[in-house]
């Protein structure tokens, strides 16, 4: 149950769904998007966001859009496409296996069946695990705000968080095979069981010599470091040589300390994953 009051409205395109957004702003009132809704749920039982208007997004075509261009060979997902769609889905497995695996291992099934990728990417939950996939492939991200619509490269717009101007709304995101198609890796470590929040959560891909690779759960966000990868990749140095260079690069003060695992701890797995990418896509 939410003890809280609001409206609901359901847009029926893009443009209504910021036109919606931007007028309840404009009137002093408190908006929210709304997919999957979980986040909004959990978040609201706790009285940790209270909106006056959530503004139901789910029946807008775009943000439901898994589809490979023709004649190109972009892949184009709908932010408002489920997790569990997306692993379900039988294109996926052929153009993004990466993907797949990544938002397999996210929540549970009876979660993924409402948690939609765009809210997993824009959520305040700090894990936010379906962007490594995106990460590591240098996708783009098509946003539409009140100032009409923008693409740009994830690895511009995401820092830490995706950088949303207020009102702009998460639509598609774009992936090139060049990287989507490559050798990859995805490995999750928790702290007991096969469901529950990471310790470490990471993704990668190999192409020629080059190792790029992202993660979650260390730090208290995602992310891509490319002088790690640049570590990772280095010719004619050991694996042993690689992760310990690599590590250098993650700041003591940025690991997370809290009950899910130790800064230590998270220092140790994180040296074993790397080790384990190495081991499995390395050279």
Not at 51 to 74: N, Q, R, Y
Not at 166 to 193: C, I, N, S, Y
Not at 200 to 205: P, S
Request: with cysteine; hydrophobic share 40%.
């Amino acid at each position: 149950m939410i003890a809280i009051d609001f409206d609901y409205t359901k847009a029926s395109s893009l443009q209504d769904a910021v036109w919606r957004h931007t007028k309840a702003m404009e009137g002093g009132i408190s908006p929210l998007y709304y997919a999957g809704g979980t986040e909004i749920i959990t978040f609201a039982r706790l009285g940790l966001v209270r909106p006056d208007l959530v503004i139901d997004i789910k029946e807008i075509a775009e943000t439901g859009v898994v589809e490979v261009t023709e004649p190109g060979t972009s892949l184009v997902t709908g932010a408002g496409v489920t997790l569990s769609a997306i692993t379900d889905h039988p294109l996926l497995s052929r153009e993004f296996p990466l993907l797949q695996r990544t938002v397999a291992e996210i929540a549970d099934r009876t979660a993924r069946n409402k948690i939609t990728l765009g809210g997993n990417i824009c959520g305040q939950i700090f894990y936010r695990e379906a962007v490594l996939p995106f990460l590591v492939c240098d996708s783009l991200i098509r946003l539409v705000g009140p100032k009409g619509k923008r693409e740009l490269p994830i690895m511009q717009v995401f820092r830490e968080t995706l950088q949303l101007s207020p009102g702009e709304l998460l639509v598609q995101l774009v992936t090139d095979e060049t990287w989507r198609r490559a050798p990859f890796l995805h490995v999750k470590r928790r702290k007991m069981g096969d469901v529950g929040y990471p310790v470490v959560t990471a993704t990668a891909v190999r192409r020629g010599g080059q190792i790029r690779a992202a993660f979650s759960g260390v730090t208290a966000f995602p992310f891509r470091s490319l002088s790690m990868e640049r570590a990772l990749s280095q010719e004619g140095a050991s694996t042993e040589e690689r992760v310990e260079n690599a590590v250098q690069f993650l700041p003591e003060r940025e690991v997370l300390d809290d009950f899910e695992a130790s800064r230590g701890y998270r220092r140790f797995v994180f040296r074993e994953v790397l080790t384990h990418i190495l081991r499995e896509i390395g050279r």
